[in-house]
């Protein structure tokens, strides 16, 4: 018998406890059952992480992401709910394993809906452990995720796919990379130096256009229009002493003669 002392096995809380330990958590903040909470659920994270493996991606790397989700469950979890937090917590663990597999499963984002994540990894599953694509399992996946043949196809293209470093040579043998053979779309310095310019005027145009605004017209147009977070109508009237449909009219009204001064200096320009 070995003498390394082994690690001893996960205790699975019962309700009892693991009502307490949330209710301590939520309450209060307490790390201590938090710890207990999160230590309790790693065979959890384990299973559900165990399930990406065909993805290519270390299994540590898979079980730190989903030990990310559980925490995220743990801070979301409403106790008010007649639930196990098990499973509240499995939904979490597995959205935030799936989004690390998409960023780093491939240099480009094949996926851009949730069917279309969930008809990736389905179709995953299968080309890891047969290879190759059947035809059932193209009819099944285009009926299960309500998607085209056509649909399953690309996909399945996109998975097959191997990404491939712009430093390769662009031919065997050639001193030419991928690199060099990609356009460059960006604005020439001249066309960005003009591109500045106009920036500028419009700016300098806008400056003075409300300038030229009556008082309260300019500040319902800047806090309205210019600032971070727009202020409600009925919060600009309680500051200017007038009703919210008044800094309704105010502000439409500040907003035509802007566009008229700017349309009208526009012309003299042209």
Request: hydrophobic residues 45%.
């Amino acid at each position: 018998m070995s003498s390394r002392s082994k690690r001893p096995a996960t205790r699975l809380l019962d309700a009892a406890e693991e009502k307490g330990l949330l209710g301590r958590w939520l309450a209060a903040r307490d790390q201590a059952a938090l710890d207990a909470i999160t230590a309790a659920h790693r065979p959890l994270v384990l299973k559900i992480a165990s399930r990406y493996r065909g993805h290519g991606l270390p299994l540590g790397d898979l079980i730190q992401e989903g030990h990310i989700g559980l925490l995220e469950a743990a801070h979301r979890f409403d106790g008010a709910r007649d639930v196990r937090f098990a499973t509240y917590a499995q939904w979490w663990i597995k959205s935030a394993i799936q989004e690390f597999a998409l960023r780093n499963a491939s240099a480009v984002r094949v996926v851009t809906s949730s069917r279309q994540k969930s008809l990736m990894f389905a179709l995953n599953r299968l080309l890891g452990a047969g290879g190759a694509l059947a035809p059932e399992d193209r009819a099944y996946l285009a009926r299960r995720y309500s998607v085209s043949f056509a649909a399953v196809d690309r996909m399945s293209v996109r998975i097959g796919a191997r990404d491939q470093s712009l430093d390769a040579a662009l031919t065997p043998g050639s001193d030419l990379r991928l690199v060099d053979a990609i356009a460059d779309d960006r604005p020439s310095p001249e066309a960005a130096a003009l591109e500045a310019d106009e920036a500028q005027q419009r700016t300098r145009l806008l400056a003075a256009a409300l300038a030229a605004l009556p008082e309260r017209e300019r500040r319902i147009v800047e806090e309205r229009h210019l600032s971070g977070e727009a202020p409600l109508l009925r919060e600009i009237g309680r500051r200017l002493g007038v009703s919210k449909e008044r800094v309704r009219q105010l502000e439409k009204r500040a907003l035509a003669r802007l566009r008229c001064t700017l349309l009208a200096w526009n012309a003299a320009d042209a």
